[in-house]
C-alpha cells in the first residue's frame, strides 16, 4: 500500500471514529515521538491523551453553554478584601465540589451588590469544570418558565429536566414576592431536589422574612426544612461593590474637575 492511499484511509477512519484531535495531531506527534526516540506504544499513548484532553475542554465548554450563566464569572477574579465577612476557607472548600456528590445545599445570604452572584456563578463553573451538570436560574425567571411549562402541560418534563443536574443555581430570591401558585411551584422544584439535587441559593432576606415573598408560613417552614437540611451557608454582611465603585467614580470625577478648576 502506498503511503499516500495509507494516509488517506487513516484519515477516513479517524473522522469515522470521531477522533478529530488525533486526525489533527498524529503526523505532527510522530515527528515528535520519531525525535525523541520514543516506541510506538507511547507515540499512541500521546496521541490518545491529546484525543481525550481535546474532548475534556469541548465537554466542558458545553456544560458551561447548556448552564445559560448570565454572565461567567471565576472565583480568581472576586475581592475577598472587600467583604470581611465571608468564610474564605468554605468558599475554598465548596469549589472543589464534594458537596455535589453529597447532595447537600448552599445558601448566600446577604445585602444587594456583595458580591452574592459572582460566588455563586464561580461556584457553579467550578462544578462545570469538574464534569457536572449546571443550571443557572434567577428565581424569578424559574418561577415564570414553571408557570408556563404548566399552561403548555409540560411541567413535569421540565422537571425531569431539571433533575438530570447535579446543582442547580437560584439566584436572588427575595427581591419579587411571588403568587401563591408561583410559591408552591417553587416550592415543587426544592422538594423534587430534595437529597437528589444539589441547590444553590442567593437572597438578601434572612430566614423570618421569606415567608413575605412565599406568602404562606406552612409552605415556608416546609421549603426550609428540606433546604437547610444539609447545608452550608456563607454570609456577605459587607458595602456594595456597586455603591463602591459608585463613589469611587464620583470621587474621582470631583477631584478631576477641581483640578481643572485650578489650572
Not at 36 to 47: F, K, Q, S
Not at 49 to 65: G, H, I, L, M, T
Not at 160 to 187: M, N, S, W
Not at 239 to 258: F, G
Request: hydrophobic fraction near 40%; charged fraction near 30%.
Amino acid at each position: 500500500m502506498s503511503q499516500r492511499k495509507a494516509t488517506v484511509l487513516l484519515e477516513h477512519y479517524l473522522k469515522a471514529l470521531r477522533l478529530p484531535t488525533m486526525g489533527r495531531e498524529y503526523g505532527k506527534l510522530a515527528a515528535v515521538c520519531q525525535a525523541d526516540r520514543a516506541d510506538y506504544p507511547t507515540y499512541l499513548l500521546r496521541l490518545a491523551e491529546r484525543e481525550v484532553q481535546d474532548r475534556e475542554v469541548r465537554a466542558a465548554e458545553r456544560r458551561v453553554k447548556a448552564a445559560k450563566f448570565p454572565v461567567v464569572k471565576t472565583l480568581d477574579t472576586f475581592d475577598f478584601a472587600a467583604q470581611p465577612s465571608l468564610n474564605q476557607a468554605l468558599v475554598r472548600e465548596l469549589v472543589r465540589g464534594d458537596y455535589i456528590d453529597r447532595h447537600e445545599n448552599v445558601l448566600l445570604i446577604g445585602n444587594s451588590g456583595t458580591g452574592k452572584t459572582h460566588l455563586a456563578t464561580a461556584l457553579a463553573f467550578a462544578a462545570c469544570q469538574q464534569g457536572r451538570r449546571v443550571r443557572f436560574f434567577t428565581v424569578t425567571g424559574l418561577v415564570t418558565w414553571l408557570l408556563e411549562r404548566r399552561e403548555e402541560r409540560q411541567l413535569e418534563r421540565f422537571h425531569q429536566q431539571l433533575e438530570r443536574h447535579h446543582l442547580l443555581v437560584l439566584d436572588e430570591l427575595g427581591y419579587v414576592p411571588f403568587t401563591k401558585a408561583g410559591a408552591e411551584l417553587l416550592f415543587e422544584v426544592v422538594s423534587r431536589a430534595y437529597e437528589r439535587t444539589s441547590l444553590l441559593v442567593t437572597t438578601n432576606l434572612p430566614f423570618e422574612a421569606w415567608t413575605e415573598v412565599l406568602g404562606n408560613e406552612r409552605l415556608t417552614g416546609a421549603l426550609l426544612d428540606r433546604l437547610t437540611h444539609r447545608i452550608h451557608i456563607l454570609e456577605a454582611n459587607g458595602e456594595s461593590y456597586r455603591l463602591r465603585e459608585s463613589r469611587q467614580r464620583l470621587k474621582r470625577s470631583t477631584t478631576t474637575r477641581t483640578a481643572r478648576n485650578t489650572s
